[in-house]
């Protein structure tokens, strides 16, 4: 052939259906649409292969296929003239594919439901232009081609900005801040694992409403959880995830005793993702988090991209771990000396506006409520409650991480707890729905509990 | 056989392709501009670009065998209709202003899924051919439960 299959990634990436003619044994033609064609190799593609349906059973009957894929740059079609090979319902092309169905369907609440049967692979033995569908005379046309995305030039800029941080809230700040300044990316946030097996939280987010820290995605949902649980790099593109969200809410239709996932906190999203890019953040194969980007744009992530997305959140991984190791360093050297309220401190003063918090902390479930909402539950709830019951009990308002790891009622892990973590997600978690209870940085591994006003505790089994 | 609202729904401006098969059963298409329901519901006019039709009138002389797709991004709404060739000839004049009319409903189709019209700039869509199908079976192809039952 003369035109290289590698040359058409671009058509590859589910923006556009594609059109799969199939004709049966007894001489009837079919036409359908097909949601996305997967490159195998220079050789081959993959058809998805989820449904009995007409076009699956043709091929079963007459192995010759005709497939229409566009490129969503150029506006040129091209028409591959294909022949069924084998299915394969295991290795790397069956994962990939079955990898993206997976984290569409999550990211519906309905995880589970579509099953890739296979993933048919089919030698190409033509490629043609489709002399009905010609390139534009612009080379590219698409926004995300005029605006490359990841530039040298941003990787600079989102390094400098992560060079300047002292400290890990301002780190994951920066990068959220950086990725929208340097990069385009108005919407974010990063996931860091939690003290529960196969859970994740939002510790940082970006470009969506106030209080999603603190939502919880296990392994598996959304594209949050699927790269978590696959480690890879996932990226969708609108029409794919459109074409299956239509399937979803059909199914959920016809089975009532479907239901979606409630959360205590909603897991960031903006209404219309056209494209999504969720990166996990590895160092040595540890999960530090996952990065999660989201964009109205169509197309907006690309093939090409993919060396400089692990490249990013290989750095990103690397700079997260490496401030959290700082900061446990840090605080070894500080002299753990916790002081006293001082009738004249600034919290003190700040307490004679008398409110009143009722603070209720559930022991089975490790879950904190504040004035009867649900406030944050874990390993964070457990710290907050032990900083409340001792400011309390005491009067003791600061505190520091040392003594918050050598305390064996919290249960830290002795290697790599994440204690610098858990307490900024608690932080903020506070800002955003109690701003009248804070965690107050007062140097390295020192903190101040500062309440205006008055709490009142309430433990519960 | 089309109703009035299957006819609406192919008549709007939609994404429409029809394949057609050789004497070896292997499979061609082509992408089509517009569709026309007529002698009440049990005929179907497919308008395709000359260009692409070419590739597709042997087997319809030879054959007859047809298989049209409509299909519409917006909300993943899609039918299959199945027929044998009735007659295959230019598009007139006359028909000209509907083909545009349904051409650029298809285009902002595309446009609300984020394909900007000047990625179509270089689409041929005339002059056309016109080939009409005696309407045998309709499937429903919508995503979803019902997809691939047949409907008339």
Avoid at chain 1, 9 to 28: E, K, N, R, V
Avoid at chain 2, 102 to 116: H, M, S, T, V, Y
Wanted: glycine share 8%; with cysteine.
């Amino acid at each position: 052939m003369t035109v290289t299959l590698e040359s058409l990634a671009t058509c590859f990436q589910g923006l556009l259906p594609s059109q799969l003619f199939t004709c049966s044994s007894d001489g009837i033609p079919n036409a359908a649409y097909l949601s996305h064609v997967e490159y195998v190799d220079s050789e081959h593609v993959a058809l998805s292969f989820q449904f009995f349906n007409k076009s699956r059973r043709n091929i079963a009957e007459n192995p010759h296929a005709l497939v229409f894929v566009l490129d969503p740059d150029t506006g040129q079609g091209w028409s591959l003239r294909l022949k069924y090979v084998r299915s394969e319902t295991a290795g790397p092309v069956f994962d990939r594919m079955a990898l993206r169905i997976e984290a569409i369907a999550s990211y519906c609440g309905l995880k589970g439901i579509f099953k890739l049967r296979a993933a048919d692979i089919y030698r190409v033995a033509s490629v043609e232009a489709l002399p009905e569908a010609n390139a534009c005379d612009c080379a590219r046309v698409t926004e995300s081609k005029l605006d490359p995305v990841f530039t040298v030039k941003a990787l600079q800029d989102l390094s400098a900005r992560i060079q300047q941080a002292h400290c890990l809230e301002t780190l994951v700040d920066s990068i959220l801040e950086g990725l929208e300044e340097s990069f385009g990316f108005r919407n974010s946030y990063i996931l860091v694992p939690t003290d529960q097996e196969g859970v994740l939280v939002t510790m940082a987010t970006r470009g969506y409403a106030v209080g999603s820290v603190g939502a919880e995605v296990r392994h598996g949902e959304g594209i949050g959880g699927m790269v978590a649980e696959a480690r890879k790099p996932i990226r969708i593109s609108g029409l794919l995830r459109g074409m299956l969200y239509a399937l979803a809410m059909h199914k959920a239709e016809s089975e009532p005793q479907l239901t979606r996932l409630t959360r205590q906190i909603p897991v960031p999203g903006i209404p219309n993702p056209e494209s999504q890019l969720g990166v996990p953040l590895l160092v040595r194969g540890e999960l530090v988090g996952v990065l999660c980007l989201e964009s109205e744009v169509p197309y907006r992530f690309h093939e090409e991209d993919k060396a400089s997305i692990e490249l990013l959140g290989g750095y990103l991984a690397i700079a997260i771990q490496n401030m959290q190791w700082q900061e446990r360093t840090a605080e070894s050297a500080a002299e753990p000396e916790p002081a006293r309220v001082d009738a004249a401190s600034p919290a003190a003063l700040r307490a004679c506006t008398r409110t009143q918090h009722n603070v209720v902390y559930y022991a089975g479930d490790e879950c904190i409520l504040v004035d009867g909402e649900y406030l944050i539950r874990g390993l964070p709830a457990k710290i907050l409650w032990r900083l409340l019951s001792t400011r309390d009990a005491t009067g003791r308002e600061e505190f520091t991480n040392r003594e918050l790891r050598l305390d064996k009622s919290l249960n830290l892990p002795e290697w790599k707890d994440n204690l610098e973590s858990r307490l900024l997600l608690l932080r903020r978690r506070l800002d955003q729905k109690c701003p009248s209870v804070r965690l107050a940085p007062r140097s390295r591994g020192r903190f101040a509990l500062e309440i205006d006003g008055s709490v009142a505790l309430n433990l519960q089994p | 056989m089309i109703g009035p609202e299957l006819a609406a729904f192919f008549e709007q401006g939609v994404g429409i392709h029809i394949g057609t098969r050789n004497e070896r059963l292997h499979p061609n298409g082509a992408r089509a501009i517009a569709a026309k329901v007529e002698s009440g519901g049990t005929q179907l006019v497919v308008y395709v670009s000359e260009v692409a039709a070419s590739r597709l009138q042997v087997d319809l002389e030879s054959n007859g065998q047809a298989a049209v797709v409509f299909g519409r991004p917006e909300d993943e709404r899609s039918c299959q209709v199945k027929g044998v060739m009735v007659d295959i000839r230019p598009a007139t004049d006359d028909e000209q202003p509907m083909l545009e009319r349904q051409w650029d409903g298809f285009l902002n189709q595309l446009e609300k899924i984020g394909i900007p019209r000047v990625s179509s700039v270089n689409w041929t869509t005339w002059p056309a051919v016109a080939v009409r199908l005696k309407v045998t079976t309709i499937f429903e192809q919508t995503p979803g439960p019902q997809a691939g039952a047949q409907i008339a």
